[in-house]
């Protein structure tokens, strides 16, 4: 299993999980024209399209790329009101296999109410949307502090190894929010020696990994909803 990084819009990562017979699914198409490129180039079958949530710059593709490939739309039960055209609904902790592809769904709300994190168990991969970045999370949209800090705690419950895989470049701005309240911490300042090298070089941020998170991103070790809702506060107006 092979996942593609795909930039997307401003500062949006698609991805495309390929398997061992170049069937593949795509997570969150922010846009349709760079993913027909890359698999009209490498000869890939995108089978379905998976959303963690409902906004524009996650799913502004599917349509295209439904369209084109006869793929098969995958979201959250709760958003099939506002995700078009979805062809396969998903339940809290429910096991969603297809082809090679078997993924837990945990649900994840606080940026959005139907916000869910595609764990690709065997693979130990995770793609978490707008709920954790790397050294950040997202802003709290539709849902409350005590959702959100619950979430992202469900996160850090995932295997350590697990590679994380967000909706968003911001790695380098979320970086210097983590310093500036988490000086002497040495496991960030080297990460943030490894972020910078990759960004000069125009390689993206991701994955991170939960035990890096874990180790370096602020939200996850802020240890009370009251701590964790105050740097939620911070970093809005950062
Ligand atoms: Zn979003
Ligand atoms: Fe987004």
């Known amino acids: 299993m092979l996942v593609e990084t795909i930039r997307c819009l ?19 198409p922010s846009e349709s024209e760079p993913i027909i490129n890359f698999v009209e180039k490498n000869n890939i079958k995108i089978k379905y399209i998976l959303n ?12 295209e790329i ?3 490939y006869n793929a098969k739309i995958v979201a959250y039960k709760n958003d099939l009101h506002r995700i078009p055209d979805v062809d396969i609904s998903l339940k809290n902790n429910q096991i969603w296999t297809a082809e090679n592809f078997k993924s837990k769904i945990i649900h994840i709300p606080g940026h959005t109410n139907g916000h869910i994190c595609f764990f690709f168990e065997n693979e130990k991969i995770a793609f978490t949307g707008d709920t954790l970045f790397s050294l950040g999370c997202g802003r709290i949209f539709e849902g409350t502090y005590k959702e959100m800090f619950t979430s992202l705690k469900k996160l850090k419950e995932l295997p350590k190894e697990t ?7 911001y790695t380098l701005k979320n970086s210097e929010f983590c310093l500036k309240y988490d000086k002497n911490n040495k496991r960030l300042q080297k990460k943030i020696n490894e972020i910078k090298n990759k960004v000069n070089n125009n390689i993206p941020t991701v994955p991170s990994t939960i035990d890096d998170e874990i180790a370096c991103n602020i939200f996850l070790r802020a240890k009370t909803l009251g701590e964790f809702s105050k740097l939620r506060d911070l970093k809005d107006n950062f």
């Open 66 to 68: 439904k369209k084109k």
């Open 163 to 169: 590679k994380i895989y967000c909706g968003h470049e």
């Open 10 to 28: 401003e500062d949006n990562f698609s991805y495309i999980l390929i398997d061992q017979n170049k069937n593949a699914c795509v997570i969150d």
């Open 52 to 63: 963690t949530h409902h906004h524009f710059d996650h799913i502004g593709g599917n349509k």
